[in-house]
């Protein structure tokens, strides 16, 4: 009886674990821009800096969201080109630079595959997120040295990563 709980209890830490590692982001920026046209354009840096390489390792990559209109649908690969692994990025609201949610996740495999995922309330007002109105557009960053944001995340074991993804 004690050893089936406890397999039990393996079993249910192996498909979902919060674990101690982060995401570290940095340079993270969001602007609305009004004139001369209308744009939009999110950006930062993020690694995962305590991951040893069975963790994916530390991996920085250069996130990049932009848009004229309306924010994709579609997760957009942090790199230039998409090689199936790595994170991904997706605005899931957006008010404007000064409201809006962001998810994360990073997709790897090492033996089982491997996916960690957050998602990243960012509003003006709460916590460091800082915006600057001018005529033409509206900047935004986090108000320490480098805008930094470290979140933790959740790691999921051999699940697919969220799709679509944007073809970049
Ligand atoms: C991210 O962008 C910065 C600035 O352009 C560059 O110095 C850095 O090498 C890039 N990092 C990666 C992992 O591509
Ligand atoms: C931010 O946007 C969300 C979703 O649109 C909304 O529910 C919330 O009230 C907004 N918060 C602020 C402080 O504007
Ligand atoms: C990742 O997080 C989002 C937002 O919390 C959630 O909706 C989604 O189901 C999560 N992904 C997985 C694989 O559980």
Same mark, same amino acid.
């Given at each position: 009886?004690?050893?089936?709980?406890?397999?039990?209890?393996?079993?249910?830490?192996?498909?979902?674990?919060?674990?101690?590692?982060?995401?570290?982001?940095?340079?993270?920026?969001?602007?609305?821009?009004?004139?001369?046209?209308?744009?939009?354009?999110?950006?930062? +840096?993020?690694?995962? %800096?305590? $991951?040893?390489?069975?963790? &994916?390792?530390?991996?920085? =990559?250069?996130? /990049?969201?932009?848009?004229?209109?309306?924010?994709? +649908?579609?997760?957009? %690969?942090? $790199?230039?080109?998409?090689? &199936?692994?790595?994170?991904? =990025?997706?605005? /899931?609201?957006?008010?404007?630079?000064?409201?809006? +949610?962001?998810?994360?996740?990073?997709?790897?495999?090492?033996?089982?595959?491997?996916?960690?995922?957050?998602?990243?309330?960012?509003?003006?007002?709460?916590?460091?997120?800082?915006?600057?109105?001018?005529?033409?557009?509206?900047?935004?960053?986090?108000?320490?040295?480098?805008?930094?944001?470290?979140?933790?995340?959740?790691?999921?074991?051999?699940?697919?990563?969220?799709?679509?993804?944007?073809?970049?």
């Amino acid at each position: 009886m004690l050893l089936h709980k406890s397999l039990a209890l393996l079993a249910s830490l192996a498909a979902t674990t919060t674990n101690a590692l982060y995401f570290h982001l940095t340079d993270f920026r969001a602007s609305d821009v009004r004139i001369p046209s209308e744009s939009h354009a999110l950006a930062f +840096t993020i690694s995962n %800096p305590d $991951a040893v390489f069975e963790q &994916g390792g530390n991996n920085p =990559a250069n996130c /990049t969201i932009s848009w004229t209109t309306t924010p994709p +649908t579609c997760w957009t %690969p942090c $790199a230039t080109t998409d090689s &199936g692994w790595g994170y991904y =990025a997706l605005l /899931t609201s957006y008010s404007g630079a000064y409201n809006f +949610t962001l998810q994360i996740q990073e997709y790897f495999a090492y033996r089982n595959s491997v996916l960690n995922n957050v998602s990243i309330p960012v509003v003006e007002g709460s916590g460091e997120w800082d915006c600057s109105r001018g005529g033409q557009s509206t900047q935004c960053n986090f108000r320490n040295a480098e805008s930094s944001y470290d979140t933790g995340f959740e790691t999921y074991y051999g699940v697919q990563k969220a799709g679509p993804i944007c073809v970049v």
